[in-house]
């Protein structure tokens, strides 16, 4: 039997019988120890917020140009201030930045679409983001067409370099993850025992390691004079990495799913692809979204290793400018920068993953 | 060219579904042994047996959804072969219908009945949709037809899976145990849909231990016991004078109580 209950979640009581004293009194002090680990958590926090506060916001220095605009003991964003640009935007040609800020704000509008629940077409609006966006990306940025000038990709850095590594990474591991997952499950033992071993081998292999392969092995596949673009390499490492751990949540959905749907789609004539596609691969999709989101927070975090081999993402740009001889001794205020531009991102992914995985518990229909 | 021939062979045979000497194993266990098994266009077979026995394994081979080792099976007089084309293309002669009914959630009856008429016959969606309402009619559920399998009773989904196994337009039909996972309440409005479709002349075989719906429709009642077919008959032989004692035995079992 399918059971669809509709459960309701156990609510609070309503405030009038329990109020905000009543909630200190049964969660903070319900007793002597709870009481006396409440007041060290309560110190501790002091010991650390207020200096973090006074260091961050009340003694920092918010303009300026140079460091002699630090005169406080605080933080000297001005710092920050003066970089920003190359830390979102890398060496881009300033002249050139609306290009980047119009792949941005593209960007933000596919992703709030997706993410906004009452909005129509998400399937299109997937399916743009996933294909016609990335060429759309490369186009634009790289330019050389449609009377664009080239910038090459040495000059690309900062923010924009790492979600350029990231989403297309991610974009790229999906359909090779998915097709690593079913070829695992296949019967074909050459398809399965490829699969496998492309996975095991990849998943046991740290991410540092494979971007210095990338960048010393792959130059050795290709024929003499042919040289692999840096990012390019990167990017190549990064994928197949990724499609490992992909193909791993795909499988686990596809376990999800009861054998008897792939059986009443074959009863009905359907071949392998199509019960794939049209039955088990959509049904699945719903169930990998929290997994595929938390892989893309840890490769996110990941592409920080780009660094190790030339290239400058958001924390390697920062590093940079740490050596500029004109503002030194402002490593703190970089590294806390970078450090916030990540756990903003990777804040609202996981939130967004939190959210989805509620509304999947509430009932399998759409 | 051979396959041109065998299919315009196929669709004059007065036999349906014929298996010879059909074994099967899982591993040690021999599950099905030396089946034969023939069945006529238009005939209507129920299959009953204890639990274990071997039906669902039986009807499930006739489709390929299970693989048998030994023996031959021909669907509409053509020959089940490894080969993935045929497999297909004898799938779309056989309706299936499962016990837990395994409609498909994430899309409406509408869909759960267009999806193969548009993908495996290349029918063009309307002409789909207007088959699909026709036989949800039939099965008397058209005004669910945009709801999703999860709104609806066991019942409800039973017959929307008929009707999308229908709208394939089978020329036999296989049900395994179609009305056991189902409320009592709901047990009728199912077997009501069966008998009709029996009585439209549809080629059946049906794993059921509805003995009524045995005797109303069957032509035939097969025994199974240990993966043997141990009797077949006419019902009301069958029914009143069971020949062998595993046969007596389990007709006192469900018919006892
Ligand atoms: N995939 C499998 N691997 C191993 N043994 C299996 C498998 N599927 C079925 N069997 C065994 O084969 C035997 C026959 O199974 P089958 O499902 O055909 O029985 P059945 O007559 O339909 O029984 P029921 O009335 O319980 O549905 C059972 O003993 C079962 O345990
Ligand atoms: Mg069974």
């Known amino acids: ?121 998400k399937r299109w609006v997937a399916a743009v983001t996933l294909i016609v966006f990335p060429i759309f990306v490369y186009f634009l940025l790289y330019g050389g067409y449609f009377g664009l000038r080239v910038v090459e990709t040495h000059r690309w850095g900062g923010l924009m370099l790492t979600l350029v590594l990231a989403v297309v990474g991610m974009v790229a591991a999906l359909p090779i ?7 695992r499950r296949s019967h074909m033992p050459i398809v399965k025992s490829f699969s496998v071993v492309f996975i095991e081998f990849w998943r046991g292999v740290p991410l540092i390691t494979v971007l210095f392969m990338a960048s010393v092995m792959l130059p050795l596949f290709m024929p003499t004079g042919v040289s692999v673009d840096r990012l390019v390499r990167a990017l190549i490492g990064i994928t197949l990495f990724q499609s490992a751990y992909m193909a791993e949540v795909v499988r686990g959905g596809l376990q999800a799913i009861p054998r008897g749907q792939e059986e009443a789609a074959a009863a009905l004539g359907m071949g392998y692809w199509k019960r794939m596609g049209l039955i088990v691969l959509p049904q699945a999709l ?60 990777c804040f609202s992914m996981s939130r967004y993953s939190q959210y989805l995985e509620r509304k999947l518990h509430t009932g399998h229909k759409r | ?69 030994q023996g031959e099976i021909v669907v509409a007089g053509m020959p089940l072969t490894q080969d993935v084309k045929r497999i297909e293309q004898i799938r779309r002669r056989v309706g299936m219908v499962f016990q837990h009914f395994n409609l498909f959630p994430h899309l409406t009856v509408l869909e759960n009945c267009c999806l193969a008429q548009m993908w495996v016959q290349k029918k063009p969606r309307r002409e789909a949709e207007e088959r699909a309402m026709q036989y949800l009619e039939r099965v008397r559920i058209a005004e669910q037809a945009r709801k999703y399998p999860g709104q609806l009773s066991g019942g409800q989904q039973q017959r929307v899976a008929i009707a999308r196994s229908l709208c394939m337009h089978p020329e036999v039909m296989l049900f395994d145990e179609p009305t056991s996972a189902l409320d009592p309440e709901m047990i009728k409005e199912v077997l009501d849909v069966m008998v009709e479709l029996a009585e439209e002349g549809m080629t059946m075989l049906c794993v059921t231990h509805e003995m009524g719906f045995a005797k109303t429709v069957a032509d035939r009642v097969i025994f199974m016991d240990q993966g043997q077919i141990i009797e077949e008959n006419a019902p009301e032989p069958f029914f009143h004078n069971p020949q062998s004692e595993r046969t007596q035995l389990f007709l006192s079992q469900i018919l006892g109580h």
């Open chain 1, 1 to 121: 039997m399918i059971h669809n209950h509709k459960t309701i979640e156990a609510r609070p009581a309503p405030s009038s019988t329990i109020g905000p004293i009543a909630w200190l009194r049964t969660n903070l002090f319900s007793g002597p120890i709870n009481t006396l680990f409440t007041l060290l958590a309560l110190y501790l926090l002091y010991l650390l917020l207020v200096p973090a506060i006074q260091w961050a916001l009340i003694n920092a220095d918010w303009i300026g140009t140079s460091r002699e605009d630090c005169s406080r003991e605080g933080a000297c964003w001005v710092f920050v201030n003066a970089r920003i640009g190359q830390f979102i935007y890398g060496l881009y040609p300033r002249d050139e930045l609306w290009r980047v800020n119009v792949i941005f704000a593209v960007f933000a509008i596919l992703v709030a679409w997706l993410a906004i629940p009452r909005l129509p077409l």
């Open chain 2, 1 to 69: 060219m051979r396959e041109q021939a065998s299919i315009s062979q196929a669709s004059t045979t007065a036999t349906m579904v014929e298996m010879r000497g059909v074994n099967k194993w899982y591993g040690d266990f021999h599950v099905l042994r030396d089946i034969d098994l023939t069945v006529a266009r238009g005939e209507r077979i129920v299959i009953c047996g204890p639990s274990g026995s071997g039906k669902s394994t039986l009807i499930r081979c006739i489709n390929h959804l299970e693989e048998h080792q």
């Open chain 1, 177 to 183: 993850g998915t097709l690593l997952a079913l070829g």
């Open chain 1, 286 to 345: 719903k169930m990998m979204i929290p997994g595929i989101v938390n892989t893309f927070i840890s490769l996110f975090k990941d592409t920080t290793l780009v660094m190790i081999i030339g290239l400058f993402d958001l924390l390697g740009i920062v590093q940079a400018a740490l050596s500029d001889s004109r503002w030194l001794g402002f490593a703190l205020e970089g590294y806390v920068f970078a450090g916030l531009m990540f756990w903003i991102f």
